[in-house]
């Protein structure tokens, strides 16, 4: 048994509204907004991959009542770190003062912290601190900049700290997947732009997150309809309405930022999940569903209960 007992999140201060991506681009605002639901999304200035995960971690170990020296492991996971070698992980355990213990990296984009999740919920004897921290700025704007990636990408960090006896959310059971057929769909290069084929991408991600998330739910007995909150990787609004759509269940039970904040990758589904439970909480025995898709292909869903 395991449990979620706090998460954080940290975004960089500066704004970067459609406006001013469209611009570098030729791109319309409201062209943008209206292909991907965003709005605006934050650039990090100063702010390292390895400055704003250790932000937000500080700020899951606050809100679960752990304090660092606790930690048995951290895990981090991200697609855009700037090293082949060493991954943030270790950075970001030795800024926090736990050198030492295990620092895991996923090199996972937009599914990682999904996947740190579930494997943090299968190995957690003691507080395991998982981050996903992303510096997409630094990759989407990379000449020559690509209209269809540009406009979609922001930073930022969320965490979570899983925990094997207390928390708010209990784990109850997870699905994971991946499929190499489609590396080449989406990948990044060591110091090229982004590749995306956006049909492709769109295509398999509206089939294999609400299969993946039905598998999870038929197998705990449970129906899409009986969930009231769903976090989701925060890759575009038009995918966050068909996978809804698809469920058959509200799209307003998906919990949505991406109009502020963009696509932050691994980032995105924790940085959702830290707002949303920062604000109105759920009844106990409610399920709550996590669920992300990205480059690999990788995806998969984790359902958990909120707990008294």
Not at 243 to 272: C, D, K
Request: contains cysteine.
């Amino acid at each position: 048994m395991a449990y979620l007992a706090g998460f954080g999140h940290y975004l960089p201060p500066r704004v970067v509204t459609n406006a001013e991506i469209g611009a570098r681009v030729e791109s319309d605002p409201a062209w943008i907004l209206n292909v991907s639901g965003i709005e605006e999304r934050r650039f990090a200035d100063a702010e390292t991959l390895v400055d704003m995960a250790v932000k937000a971690g500080e700020v899951a170990l606050a809100s679960a009542g752990v304090t660092a020296s606790e930690l048995e492991m951290v895990m981090v996971a991200s697609g855009s770190a700037p090293l082949s070698f060493p991954g943030p992980a270790a950075p970001v355990a030795e800024r926090l003062g736990v050198a030492g213990i295990p620092a895991i990296d996923l090199p996972m984009a937009s599914a990682g912290s999904l996947f740190a999740l579930a494997l943090a919920s299968r190995l957690a004897r003691g507080p395991i601190l998982v981050i996903g921290a992303e510096r997409m700025s630094s990759v989407v704007e990379r000449e020559p900049l690509e209209k269809g990636i540009a406009i979609l990408f922001g930073d930022g960090a969320g965490a979570c700290v899983m925990h094997p006896s207390r928390g708010f959310l209990k784990v109850i059971d997870s699905e994971l997947a991946s499929d190499g057929a489609f590396a080449e769909d989406l990948k990044l290069e060591h110091g090229q732009p982004l590749q995306m084929n956006g049909r492709v991408v769109i295509l398999q991600a509206s089939r294999k997150i609400p299969a993946v998330i039905s598998t999870v739910l038929i197998r705990n007995g449970r129906t899409a309809s009986e969930v009231p909150l769903y976090l989701m990787h925060q890759a575009n609004q038009n995918l966050i309405d068909r996978v809804a759509q698809a469920l058959g269940v509200e799209p307003a039970r998906f919990y949505s930022n991406i109009r502020r904040y963009g696509n932050t990758s691994s980032a995105s589904m924790l940085i959702a999940a830290s707002e949303r439970f920062a604000s109105e909480p759920l009844p106990p025995g409610s399920p709550v569903v996590f669920a992300a898709f990205g480059a690999g292909f990788h995806w998969g869903a984790l359902l958990t209960e909120t707990y008294a």
